[in-house]
């Protein structure tokens, strides 16, 4: 298990150095639930990776500390490959949410000291800028379509170029995506709230919502738009064909994808770019997709989708079929995931757009970073690793409070997809 250099090997010193002492889980809640995972080496050098899955946090932590972390003491912290083939493929039981986001956690820690050992920024041990900055968008919502279109009005007026837009629908009490006054954050509540959903509701409204916005905002700003799973294939299609005039960048997660063939009906009937995979974990489960083409951009992040060491071949494969990225950024993922992400971005060839939504205050005054938002693009920073650290005082004031994703039934009581 730990590869011990033979004595008198050159890089027996630097070996000794990369050495892994201590593992450790923070799980705090500065306004929502993290979970991170800090790797140390013997020279003092350490890494910080995301564990975070939303609603389900202690499960990955104790998958962590019970499984994993005694694992990693006595290890290489160089060998970043031999580490994720022995948490993916020594394991029996492999892939799944929480086995992929806690493999994420140590990909992501380790690669951050591969960095900070080496003095690069991430992105240059990835391969090199491709481009100055990640395009971004952000959410706007509204109560109705007016409440909507002033929202992304906003957006477009603090510089984005592209925004995901989601509306009320009239008749549906808690339509996906909508806040109540402060930042949109769907885990509400310790045991999960039950929403009511109209399918034939929302397929009147949505193609409206995007009529008025070309209407009110023109064809120069981005558009995009989130299902969150809630249509039939062929209902799916149905809205892909009706959103056509008004040029969307892309239409998320139209139908629930375990069927990964069910995307073939949608792709039948319109040209709407399709963007799937925030939920995925692993290149297994959008297999199909990529390679027949039937989506455009790949949502599956580090976090949730085993670390940089994955990701990377899941976008070399997508590069292939000239599927590009486009990585979930709710504020669910950590500053720890949009630096990791950013720099991954900054690298990939074949970049879509990143999502953002800004973390709160006290998120990032518990993460510090270096990224920033200028012009509607992120910018990584230039300082070695991912550029995110934790201020473990700061984050041991913010206890783990419980909270669940809420749940969908239709209007008759049958369970639905959230
Ligand atoms: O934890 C669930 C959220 O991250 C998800 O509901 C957000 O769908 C989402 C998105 O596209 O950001
Ligand atoms: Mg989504």
Request: with cysteine.
């Amino acid at each position: 298990m730990n590869q011990k250099p033979e004595s008198g090997h050159p890089e027996q010193g630097a070996s000794r150095d990369r050495e892994i002492v201590d593992a450790r889980v923070i799980v705090t809640c500065p306004g929502r639930n993290f979970v991170t995972l800090k790797i140390e080496t013997r020279s003092g050098v350490y890494g910080l990776g995301d564990a975070t899955l939303n609603g389900r946090e202690l499960a990955v932590a104790a998958y962590l500390q019970e499984h994993v972390v005694p694992n990693l003491i006595g290890r290489d912290a160089g060998r970043i490959e031999d580490t994720w083939q022995f948490l993916y493929r020594g394991a029996y039981w492999r892939r799944g949410p929480v086995t992929m986001t806690a493999i994420a956690a140590v990909d992501v820690a380790l690669w951050d000291i591969l960095g900070k050992m080496a003095g690069l920024p991430l992105y240059r041990l990835l391969g090199g800028r491709s481009r100055e900055g990640a395009l971004v968008y952000g959410h706007a919502n509204g109560s109705d379509i007016g409440e909507a279109s002033e929202a992304v009005g906003r957006f477009i007026e603090q510089g984005f170029r592209a925004v995901r837009a989601q509306c009320g629908v009239p008749g549906v009490k808690k339509a996906y995506g909508i806040s109540s006054g402060r930042a949109y954050e769907p885990a509400e509540s310790e045991l999960p709230v039950e929403t009511v959903w109209s399918t034939p509701k929302y397929l009147e409204t949505a193609p409206k919502l995007f009529e008025r916005l070309r209407a009110d905002h023109g064809n120069d700003v981005e558009l995009l738009h989130d299902v969150h799973h809630r249509l039939t294939p062929i209902e799916a299609a149905r809205l892909a064909r009706d959103l056509e005039p008004h040029r969307l960048f892309w239409l998320e997660d139209a139908t629930p994808a375990e069927n990964q063939k069910s995307f073939e009906l949608i792709r039948k009937h319109s040209v709407t770019p399709l963007a799937v995979g925030e939920v995925f974990n692993s290149i297994w489960d959008c297999k199909h997709l990529i390679e027949q083409q039937l989506i455009d951009y790949i949502r599956t992040t580090i976090v949730h989708g085993g670390g940089i060491t994955h990701v990377r071949r899941l976008a070399d494969f997508a590069a292939l079929h000239q599927v590009r990225t486009g990585f979930h950024g709710a504020t669910d993922l950590s500053p720890v995931c949009m630096g990791a992400a950013l720099h991954f971005d900054t690298w990939v060839p074949n970049f879509g757009i990143q999502e953002y939504m800004f973390h709160s205050d006290e998120t990032d005054a518990v993460f510090p970073h270096d990224y920033v938002l200028r012009d509607g693009r992120l910018y990584c920073g230039e300082s070695p690793g991912h550029g995110v650290d934790i201020d473990e005082a700061l984050a041991a004031k913010f206890p783990y409070a419980p909270k669940q994703l809420p749940v969908a039934r239709l209007e008759d009581g049958t369970m639905w997809d959230w």
